[in-house]
């Protein structure tokens, strides 16, 4: 790992300034940037590799951003510096949340999301293989370097919108969750402050692979907020298809939540998807299919298609269309029955943990 100086603000404000230097253009474009390191279960890694070469590292850890509390519009507030495993257990989460509990604990290890913090994990990087192989050309590692996976193995990468610069995935699970609730994130730097939508918050690679949100480099993020989702608890399911039952990053995932009224039938739905696209994928028009309609695997199949319109295989990753299709009815299926999470809808299929 190269030198880097290290400090370890108490203040917001200490923080704001000890990154102030960074371009606040290129949006966590530059790997020469000063950054902030949380629980450093990515950041640490990716120099250990040599992927990324920060000089300043300013630990946020003793900033008082680790709360999670009730707001008065009825959501709810997630301190950027929350820990994963805190979120998933906290009791408002657990009761009004559901859909985003199953998604954390869906992802990673204990001890990962023991120490992984919620503002990081949003920031978490692809886990494009060429990415973290520094031998290999890669455009969102080394911008105009070329990108390795188009032409060579793509197992895991994505089917939506890809370029011909970059096909690679988002792999974090909450992040799908986060979606489909239409989280805001606030952020904070010298400039003042703002809050980004969650569909805005992460990109598309475009020609710019290399930017993965539209965070600004001297920015920091403070929290996550949810609104109130009280409609969705009753019919909620985060389903995640990997390579083995644990401990590994989506092939596909699908966060469902559904709305249903008196009559059986759908008021409102949203889905979002994981492991197919550079952020996690939303089709409001999909959604509204299901509007008026009663649950079904006809009309579920329809909005997977709509949700899939487009798609593309690039040979290894081409299982992943019918996968994505089966696992998005299989979502709304089980949503429909009534909210469960990972675990039990695996179990229930014969799977084991
Ligand atoms: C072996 C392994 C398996 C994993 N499996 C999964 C999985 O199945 N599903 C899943 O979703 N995730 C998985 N993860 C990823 C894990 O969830 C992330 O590494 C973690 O969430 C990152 O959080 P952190 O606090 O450790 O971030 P850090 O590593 O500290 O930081 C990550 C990035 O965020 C920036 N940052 C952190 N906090 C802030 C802030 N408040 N404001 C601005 N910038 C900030 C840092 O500068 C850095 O660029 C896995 C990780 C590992 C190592
Ligand atoms: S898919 Fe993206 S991350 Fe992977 S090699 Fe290509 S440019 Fe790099």
Redesign the pocket.
Known sequence: MNPFAYDRPTEVGAALQAIAGNDSATG?ANQQEI????????????MKEGV?R?PH??D?NR?P?DRIEATPEGGLLLG??A??ADTAYHPIVEERYPLLAA??L????PQ??N???????????T?CWYFYDVATPCNKREPGSGCSANGGITRQHAILGTSEDCIATH?????VALAALEAVVH?ESSRGKRSIPFAEFHRLPGDRPDIDTT?AAD????GIELPDASQFIQHSAYL?I?ERLS????LVSVAAALDIGADGRIAAARIAL?GVAHKPWRKPEAEALLVGALPGEAVFGQVADALLAGALGRGANDFKIPLARNTIVRALTVAAEGTRTNQTILENDGGTQ
């Open positions: 966590v950054r902030f390191i949380a629980g450093g279960t990515n950041i640490l890694d990716l990324q920060v590292l300013v946020i900033l951003l950027a510096l820990r994963n998604a954390i869906a992802g990673a290890s990962l999301r120490m992984a913090s919620n503002g990081g994990n949003l920031l978490q990087r886990r792999p974090s699970d909450m992040c952020v965070l920015e920091l993020i403070t995640k990997r401990y590994a990053f989506a994981g």
